[in-house]
């Protein structure tokens, strides 16, 4: 029996990188999966995928900025399946780029509407299913960039934030419910939201993104998917208002310390005042 086996979980954004990724392992884990994305082509093609190795999953073609929209992907799950249990407040961009100086008023809204009201939505749409199924988990992305920012991406950094203190906030709430909210905070992942703008593509981008962490290799999007449904299980039944780094260890700190200028780590030894040099 999988770890998700009676479940209904819906999944924003479903139709490519870490929600087809998660979709097609809460499926294979037993939850009967309703796929939300605007590209229809993509969503209809990972419900195929996942029937035919023998999972549960529908399509709804959904805008996440849209709370119409949102309440009714929360309604076809219920509809359904007769229940909601878990929420994966996923969709995303990465918006507005560039200097604060020139970065548009429109840019700006665009990039919160994706990026932190559809969590809010999602997160509100969500309670009143749960309560009545006798508890859920509300799972959203955020990023190591709301923990620490990220240059010349202003809207993207400050959204990823309020996702990481929304999901505190929503947590303290909604616990009395047996509701437990939570975020993940990936680093770089190679998908398409990030490989599809550099020149190669995934073959190129993967060696470089090895060389920026701990563990020498690029974030894929089954490693979000993994902490994801062990948000979504009952193994993480004592865990809430998280916000739960998952990067390769790219946010401990350089793999090794340099000296500046040079490719050769720091000689070993014990490095004194600078006036005993």
């Known amino acids: 029996m999988g770890k998700l086996e009676g479940k209904v979980a819906v999944i924003t954004g479903a139709a490519s990188g870490l929600g087809r990724a998660t979709a097609i392992r809460f499926a294979k884990e037993g939850a009967s999966v309703v796929a939300a994305d605007l590209n229809s082509q993509g969503g209809e093609l990972l419900v195929s995928e996942i029937a035919a190795a023998g999972g549960k999953a529908v399509y709804q073609r959904t805008d996440a900025t849209s709370e119409k929209d949102i309440k009714a992907m929360v309604e076809r799950a219920v509809k359904e399946y007769g229940r909601l249990d878990i929420t994966y407040n996923n969709a995303g961009v990465i918006g507005a780029t560039g200097s604060i100086e020139t970065t548009t008023e429109e840019e700006w809204d665009k990039t919160y509407a994706i990026l932190i009201k559809a969590v809010f939505f999602g997160i509100k749409h969500s309670v009143a299913a749960m309560r009545a199924a006798g508890g859920g988990s509300i799972i959203s992305t955020a990023s190591i960039a709301g923990l620490s920012g990220s240059f010349r991406l202003h809207a993207y950094s400050s959204a990823k934030a309020a996702v990481i203190n929304l999901t505190r906030t929503a947590a303290l709430e909604l616990g ?34 090895a060389k920026a962490q701990a563990l020498k290799r690029a974030g894929q999007a089954e490693d979000i998917a993994n902490m994801a449904m062990f948000l979504a299980s009952d193994e993480s039944s004592w865990v809430t208002g998280a916000a739960m780094v998952v990067d390769g260890g790219f946010t401990a700190g350089q793999p090794f310390s340099l000296m500046p200028g040079t490719e050769q780590p720091m000689a070993a030894g014990f490095s004194g005042p600078s006036f005993q040099r």
């Open 176 to 209: 009395k419910d047996r509701i437990r909210v939570n975020c993940i905070c990936p680093g770089i992942i190679s998908t398409p939201l990030v490989h599809g703008g550099v020149p190669g593509g995934k073959e190129v981008l993967d060696p470089i993104l």
